[in-house]
């Protein structure tokens, strides 16, 4: 009878180790840049780096093991694109100048087994998706002539946003890591720029470089 008692506290000591090797609570930190590809802007890159803005935020998060976490990420940036850089006939002088906040709900995966008890993986790649919403306003010129088949998207534009992204994270001991990530997010509604085309339904994207601190709490 000691040695089953003796049998079943170890196989409890080792689930339990398990458990406090799986689950954390992680916030991030994050600084930027952003673009973005839309009626003005297109997908040169030449042009989405000379038009690249400043953009944070931040992701509090929760693992439930070595591999999955999910939770909040958000965002605030602001967007810019010159005519000059697209060669756009129609828009000959036009400037777009945009801010938006973007919230959602995010997905990670780590492609190697990453967490407190994980140390012989001092880094990871990871893959992330994320779905949310998207508040953008955008400032208009007032001495050039839009096209005429510009429609104006004034005040606060509310809009979905879905997309995802590729990153790598790197432990520095056991709370604390860096990651950098590049992300692709389509905004259905084409209200980025603060106008649209009428008979142009595609999204415009959102697009960008971030690098973050991350530190972690392990639950139990």
């Known amino acids: 009878m000691q040695h089953i008692l003796i049998f079943l506290f170890a196989i409890t000591s080792i689930a339990s180790f398990g458990q406090r090797s799986l ?21 040169d890159a030449n042009a989405i780096l000379q038009e690249a803005r400043n953009s944070f935020g931040g992701e509090f998060s929760f693992y439930t093991g070595p591999k999955w976490g999910i939770g ?6 602001k967007l810019y694109a010159d005519n000059a ?17 973007n919230s959602g709900i995010r997905v990670t995966y780590n492609i190697l087994p990453f967490g407190k008890y994980w140390k012989r993986n001092a880094a990871t790649p990871y893959i992330f998706g994320m779905g949310g919403i998207l508040f953008s306003q955008s400032k208009y010129m007032t001495d050039i002539i839009y096209p005429t088949t510009c429609i104006f998207d004034p005040g606060t534009n509310i809009s ?24 692709n997010y389509q905004v259905p509604g084409d209200r980025l720029e603060g106008f649209h085309i009428d008979d142009d339904s595609s999204p415009d994207i959102l697009l960008g470089l971030r690098f973050g601190i991350n530190y972690s709490i392990y639950t139990w």
């Open 72 to 77: 909040l990420e958000l965002d605030y940036g």
């Open 85 to 101: 850089n697209h060669n756009k006939n129609d828009y000959t002088g036009v400037l777009v100048r945009s801010s938006f906040f």
């Open 160 to 183: 979905g946003t879905y997309g995802g992204g590729i990153g790598l994270k790197i432990r520095h001991n056991e709370h604390w890591t860096t990651n950098a990530e590049i992300y």
């Open 23 to 43: 689950q954390s609570i992680n916030l991030n930190l994050h600084l930027g840049s952003a673009s973005h590809i839309g009626e003005l802007a297109s997908s």
